[in-house]
């Protein structure tokens, strides 16, 4: 869908009046804020809605290449669950995944102990979750809107790589924390603003803002969430399968990633393998990752864990 451009002055983040135009991509505007450096794209009539992933030939693709829920487990779920386990019971504990996707990280939080649901609007995933993981009753296509009326609450809600999808992550984490427990933790990961190589993806109508770590913890503090961790990432695994992922896609902007893999049949059987291979990976190549993190590289995610103040 094409947009025309409309001016937000205000930042999400930090509420500063120094928001400067940096650019334009396609019919968006592009821009950013002078305080805290969060970036945003900008379109009119422009709608984050469900077909837009539904009907994407990578997400339709993810379904199938990993049947295995543990394999599609990356490096924000890994961290997210190695925090829990030390600060947080399991037992009791009502938890819910937010853009869920198919419900794999639900499927492992139940196997862990929690008390584990998930919320997703694309059809197609919440369908496969529930058939392929048994995970009927417990993912759903329920908005956050629905769980506010039924009144639900929670302990923990998790939401890996979903506020850069929508247009107003203040206003969409402002509903997510009308669900949390007071004392209650939320834990968020985005595409770190800072990454040494930016895909195709992070770019309008897939990605709409970019947070750096200052400005994630001052739109957390503002809805009265406070970090109590914040990591970035520095994998050189991601990066060298993404940077090399790219260069095997065709140019075509009805792909949310940037274009379609050329050839899909052999592309699969890769991301199968590197599926399988992620968690080895991310061991191995542990002390290279250092070093670059060290020297100030990033990529691609920034985590932060925070707690719905009293």
Sequence with gaps: MRSKEVLRNICECCNSDQVTKIGVHDDFGHYQCQRCGYEF???????????????????IDDLSVSKNYNDLMQWNH???LSFLKTRVSAEHLKALDVGCFNGFFVKKMLR?????YGIDFNN???EYG?????????????????????????DVITLFEIIEHVQSPKEFLCKVSKILKVGGLVIISV??????????????????????????????????????????????????RNYAGSLLRSADKRSLRGGAFKNKTLINVLRRILNKS????????MPVDHIFHLLGLRYISLLAIAEKSG
């Excluded at 392929?132 to 993912?139: A, D, Q, S, T, V």
Aim: glycine content about 6%; overall charge neutral.
């Design 41 to 59: 794209f900008m379109g009119e009539n422009f709608d984050v809605g469900s077909h837009l992933y539904e009907l994407d030939s990578d997400y």
């Design 78 to 80: 890994m961290k997210a």
């Design 112 to 116: 862990l102990g929690f008390d584990a």
């Design 124 to 126: 197609m995933a919440v």
């Design 130 to 154: 529930e058939k392929e993981y048994g995970l009927k009753n417990r993912i759903s296509t329920k908005s956050i809107d629905d769980l506010l009326v039924e009144h639900h609450k929670f």
């Design 191 to 240: 595409p770190n603003k800072r990454m040494c190589w930016r895909p195709g993806l992070d770019y309008p109508p897939h990605h709409l803002s970019r947070f750096g770590r200052s400005a994630l913890e001052r739109c957390l503090y503002a809805i009265g969430i406070r970090t109590i961790l914040i990591m970035e990432q520095m994998s050189v695994y991601d990066l060298v």
């Design 278 to 285: 992620r968690k080895l990976s991310y061991i191995f190549l």
